[in-house]
């Protein structure tokens, strides 16, 4: 039972474009989520964060919104560049009295940025 | 910054020994650490999480006796995978959240392999 899914595998823009990358969950326990990139043989790089009581965070050129009614969330990156070009992972998580939980990951949407 | 580093980066060994990979937060005190599996083009599973000066929780399905885990201080932790098999064969990533953060900043990875 998947409770992290992003539906596109891969997805192909040009550059200069929008990227708009997609993660639904299904646990309504999860209250924070994250986006990560990530490179074959190398640990996630953290991108950008967003809590359940916002809709909207913006950094840079990354902005996630989320929709909690929906339970969707995504991930906006604008203007794309070729260096964006790699794994992205949505992530959820549960925030504990102590500190957050361990990550519940998505199967990634690999961004490739086509010049 | 971040910073959290693993070692190995990889490592080759033979069925039935036992392998430990090592995993420190270089720039920050780390009492949580995490430790993930990444199979090829699979995402990211948790294993366990640990914690500093106490046991580690393990995810269900994670053999607690064959993936041992030391948090002996608030810089390191260690994953031992015993007797290992080629199943075992993985990409492993450990990840720290910094205290009041909820992020995690996740280690290069160690490649295992096991002929």
């Known amino acids: 039972d998947q409770q992290v899914k992003q539906n596109s595998p891969s997805l192909s823009v040009q550059e200069g474009r929008i990227s708009i990358l997609n993660c639904d969950y299904t646990?309504?326990?999860?209250?924070?989520f994250l986006w990560y990139k990530k490179y074959p043989a190398e640990g996630p790089t953290f991108l950008i964060s967003i809590s359940s009581i916002k809709d909207k965070n913006e950094d840079g050129r990354f902005t996630v919104f989320l929709n909690k009614s929906a339970k969707h969330l995504s991930l906006h990156i604008v203007p794309s560049q070729p260096g964006d070009s790699a794994v992205y992972f949505c992530?959820?998580?549960?925030?504990?009295?102590?500190?957050?939980?361990?990550?519940?990951f998505g199967k990634g949407t690999h961004l490739i940025i086509q010049p | 910054g971040a910073v959290v580093s693993q070692h190995p980066s990889w490592v080759i060994c033979k069925s039935g020994t036992s392998v430990k990979i090592e995993c420190r937060s270089l720039?920050?005190?780390?009492?949580?650490m995490f430790w993930y599996r990444q199979f090829p083009k699979q995402s990211l599973m948790l294993m366990a999480t640990s914690n500093e000066g106490s046991k580690a929780t393990y995810e269900q399905g994670v053999e607690k006796d064959k993936f041992l885990i030391n948090h002996a201080s608030l810089t390191l932790s260690t994953l031992t995978v015993t007797s290992a098999h080629p199943e075992d064969s993985s990409f492993y990533i450990c990840s720290a959240n910094r205290d009041f953060l909820y992020e995690q900043y996740f280690g290069p990875g160690t490649r295992l392999t096991v002929t």
């Open positions: 646990n309504s326990m999860f209250d924070y």
């Open positions: 720039d920050f005190q780390a009492t949580t």
């Open positions: 992530a959820a998580s549960q925030i504990s009295g102590g500190g957050a939980d361990g990550l519940t």
